[in-house]
């Protein structure tokens, strides 16, 4: 008997090709859009990105506002927001990877529903009033799955804690995925957003509450990043590598908007919030010995991650696509003491995606997890003595 479950998914449409971008304007005059507001990643301020968007939207008087790398924050989206209000456009456009899309997505809601964010946070989505502008997410990376989730992260600038804002109102309304506007990232920047993807998919396949809708995104995003995110990190412009990339990561961030995700993005969500580790390299780290930690109760789910990352098992398969992508590294780069260690676990331990991860994972068994991730893998199978 299939168990009972909810499937969100409020993005409208979505638009994939090579050279896609040039239906901005069409998108935007066909739902008689006059003034755009344009949030862009500051990694392609007065570049090609930015002069091409000049030209797609020069009769909708542009307004360009350059989004930090970092994550976003209480301080840049007030920013965002403070420059939205007075542009008074009626088409926003997010432009970049996660950062530029989950503010933008903040930015949006605090337009509309006026006063300190801290009002309008909430894990299962806040009623919020929409903003009336059209929204279209352009992702530059492979990683988040922004472009198609319902909610955004934001941190409280100068602590350690992270807000989460949800609401079907603040999705884009469309999202563009146009595999030519990665070429240019580092190939770095490609390992670790795809491998965030790759979380992203693999722990909404074994969510406590992912079901027959969200399991065929999480499948085929599983397939498509196995397959081109080692090929990609090795030919930058593989154009078609890296659109079966950006469908995979779409396809993970549909699933989890539902099924969402569990320990290893508990760790990393800690890692973040306590050492600004990047949050692709976070789970980069944790992802392999959370599956391990999980094994005993993935059942046959266990088995089809095993085969799409061609291994024995999970955990050795994500190990092996880690060292590929050169993301093998040990926590101590970032988690150097007994003392932060126990805070991280402590920190992880409060995660709301402990609840839905296949194997309930106490503060202890988290210090056990970090304490094993110290050290890279090699590629090799990681073991626990849990």
Same mark, same amino acid.
């Given at each position: 008997m ?19 971008l040039?239906? /901005? ?8 859009r ?7 990643d ?7 990105v930015h ?29 965002a927001?403070? +420059?939205l ?25 605090l337009?509309? %529903? ?17 903003h ?25 600038k ?7 804002l949800r ?8 999202a ?9 990232a ?17 722990e ?11 399991d ?15 090929v990609?990190?090795a030919?930058?412009? %593989? ?5 079966e ?14 099924a969402?995700? +569990? ?21 980069a780290?944790? /992802? ?5 930690? %999980? ?11 095993a ?5 024995? %098992? ?35 331990s409060?995660?709301?995606?402990i609840?839905v991860?296949?194997? /309930?994972?106490?503060v ?9 991730m ?13």
């Amino acid at each position: 008997m299939t168990t009972p479950f909810t499937f969100l998914h409020s993005t409208h449409q979505i638009r994939y090709g090579a050279g896609s971008l040039s239906q /901005l304007p069409e998108i935007a005059a066909a739902d008689k859009r006059r003034r755009a507001f344009v949030m862009l990643d500051a990694f392609f301020m007065n570049g090609p990105v930015h002069d091409r968007l000049t030209d797609l939207l020069k009769n909708f008087s542009p307004v360009f506002h350059p989004i930090p790398q970092h994550e976003p924050d209480t301080e840049t989206v007030e920013e965002a927001r403070a +420059g939205l209000a007075s542009s008074e456009a009626d088409l926003v456009v997010a432009v970049g990877g996660g950062s530029a899309m989950d503010t933008a997505k903040a930015a949006r809601m605090l337009v509309s %529903n006026p006063g300190p964010i801290e009002e309008i946070v909430g894990p299962m989505g806040m009623p919020m009033d929409p903003h009336d502008s059209l929204f279209v997410a352009v992702p530059t990376t492979a990683g988040t799955g922004s472009e198609v989730s319902e909610s955004s992260i934001v941190a409280k600038k100068g602590t350690d804690y992270k807000m989460v804002l949800r609401s079907p109102n603040m999705s884009a309304r469309v999202a563009i995925l146009d595999p030519e506007l990665g070429v240019t990232a580092p190939p770095k920047v490609t390992a670790t957003a795809g491998y965030d993807a790759v979380t992203h998919a693999v722990e909404a396949f074994t969510s406590k509450v992912a079901s027959p809708m969200t399991d065929p995104f999480a499948r085929s995003a599983m397939e498509l990043l196995a397959r081109s995110l080692p090929v990609v990190f090795a030919e930058p412009e %593989n154009i078609d590598a890296r659109g079966e990339c950006l469908i995979g990561s779409m396809q993970a961030g549909i699933a989890f908007n539902s099924a969402h995700l +569990g320990l290893a993005h508990a760790i990393a969500g800690a890692m973040g919030a306590l050492h600004h580790t990047p949050h692709g390299l976070a789970n980069a780290l944790a /992802l392999p010995w959370s599956m391990a930690f %999980n094994q005993p109760e993935l059942g046959e789910k266990g088995d089809i991650v095993a085969g799409i990352f061609g291994a024995d %098992n999970s955990a050795l398969g994500l190990s092996k696509l880690r060292k590929t992508v050169e993301l093998d590294i040990g926590l101590d780069a970032f988690v150097s003491t007994p003392e932060e260690r126990d805070l991280l676990a402590e920190g992880a331990s409060k995660s709301g995606q402990i609840k839905v991860n296949p194997r /309930l994972a106490s503060v202890s068994d988290i210090r056990v997890i970090l304490e094993h991730m110290r050290q890279p893998t090699d590629g090799l199978q990681p073991n626990l003595n849990l």
